[in-house]
């Protein structure tokens, strides 16, 4: 049988370590790119049968026209979210699968590390003790116990935080259009709607997908909601939060602090070493100056465990493709990641995005 032929694109040396490693089960044939996927860098594909993507690559109708030019048929995102891939121009011309819940653990335990960093000034503490500074002034947090978390998404990571929060005696509300009454019950969670969440949260934290609803959904607005001195905690995507809008609750005190992961604007900065440059972004210059904010480069999904599970399930959503097998992992524009999706069950008669 043919050597299938995958070509990775934004890679760094911990993907090729993952992957080499996964790849042990199924002999494919690995290339590894470290420039990021554009619709120029779509040219190199020429010749593989798939294409795997990250985060921060640009899979719009453009790239995704070049790779069908290439011959590509399969793209595999080695990621959960797919907000950068235009699924409407994939649809019927390249499958495109993903690796949705590799590890909720590794997000949800790194929201809470977050948090409580910025709570409990550890990122301060941490630097003034290295200088000799052993004063504690200026360094109060506050105790969780008895405070109310807000969690908007309570998919696989938001349920993980919940149960994560169980030991701290807290309240937890919860906003998703699709409400879990199982795990309401189980995890103590009361569902309601977004204006009570931002109204009476202490700390609101995102873990839902971003959709085109959903761009800038923490604004001036909802941020007017919310009470003064609230920490919002954002592990899933930039765009949900109006940096703008966040930099000036900051200003006015209204926030009381921001743990972030993401970064609307991320791109051009996150996974990459830019210390000997200027920063070009002002607003992320900006967010930078505040004591209160803690920003990180889209890590929280960075642990061995999740690592592990990226690489098997990405060869294995390409095995599942090349042997024609049911595609647990598909996504289209029609079924946009429903777990329900007819063309996900055997023996239906399956979703156009699974045609090639
Ligand atoms: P999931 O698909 O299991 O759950 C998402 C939940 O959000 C669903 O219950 C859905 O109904 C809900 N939802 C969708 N739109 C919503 C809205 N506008 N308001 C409220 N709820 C809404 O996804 P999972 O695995 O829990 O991941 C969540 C997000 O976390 C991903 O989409 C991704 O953006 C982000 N993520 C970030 C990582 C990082 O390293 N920082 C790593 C992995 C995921």
Redesign the pocket.
């Known amino acids: 049988m043919k050597t299938v032929k995958v070509a990775f694109f934004d890679t760094k040396p911990y993907d090729r370590q993952f992957f080499d490693e996964a790849n042990r089960a199924f002999g494919y044939e690995l290339t590894y790119f470290e420039t990021r996927l554009t619709p120029v860098s779509a040219r190199m594909a020429a010749g593989f049968d798939a294409v795997s993507a990250f985060?921060n690559d640009d899979v719009g109708a453009e790239t995704i026209e070049e790779l069908v030019r290439c011959g590509v048929k399969i793209l595999a995102m080695r990621?959960?979210?797919y907000?950068n891939v235009n699924l409407a121009a994939a649809y019927g011309r390249i499958l495109v699968m993903r690796v949705?819940?590799?590890s909720?653990y590794?997000?949800a335990e790194?929201a809470l590390a977050m948090l409580q960093t910025l709570n409990r000034s550890l990122h301060r503490a941490y630097n003034r003790v290295r200088e000799n500074n052993f004063s504690i002034n200026g360094l109060i947090g506050f105790d969780l116990r008895g405070k109310t978390f807000g969690i908007?998404?309570?998919?696989?990571?938001?349920?993980v935080f919940a149960e994560l929060l169980q030991g701290f005696g807290v309240r937890i509300l919860a906003?998703?259009?699709?409400p879990?009454r199982e795990a309401a019950e189980r995890l103590h969670i009361e569902y309601v709607e977004?204006e009570k969440l931002y109204a009476e949260s202490d700390i609101i934290s995102l873990?839902?997908?971003?959709?085109p609803?959903?761009v800038h959904?923490i604004n001036a607005r909802t941020i007017g909601l919310m009470k003064k001195g609230v920490y919002i905690i954002n592990?899933?995507?930039g765009k949900l939060i109006d940096t703008v809008a966040l930099i000036e609750g900051l200003k006015s005190r209204k926030i009381g602090g921001a743990g972030l992961?993401?970064y609307e604007e991320e791109s051009d900065y996150f996974f990459e070493d830019r210390s000997g440059y200027a920063i070009d972004d002002d607003v992320l210059a900006r967010l930078m100056t505040f004591p209160n904010v803690l920003i990180t480069s889209?890590?929280?999904?960075?642990t061995r465990e999740a690592m592990t599970n990226i690489a098997n399930v990405t060869l294995r959503n390409i095995e599942d493709c090349v042997e024609n097998r049911e595609l647990v992992n598909c996504i289209c524009h029609q079924c946009d990641?429903n777990r329900a999706c007819p063309g996900k069950t055997a023996g239906s008669p399956g979703c156009k995005g699974k045609k090639l």
């Open positions: 985060v990621c959960a979210g907000n949705p819940g590799y909720p590794a997000v790194y908007i998404g309570t998919g696989k990571i938001g349920l906003y998703d259009m699709f879990n977004p873990h839902c997908p971003l959709t609803d959903n959904m592990t899933s995507r992961d993401v889209h890590q929280a999904f960075f990641g």
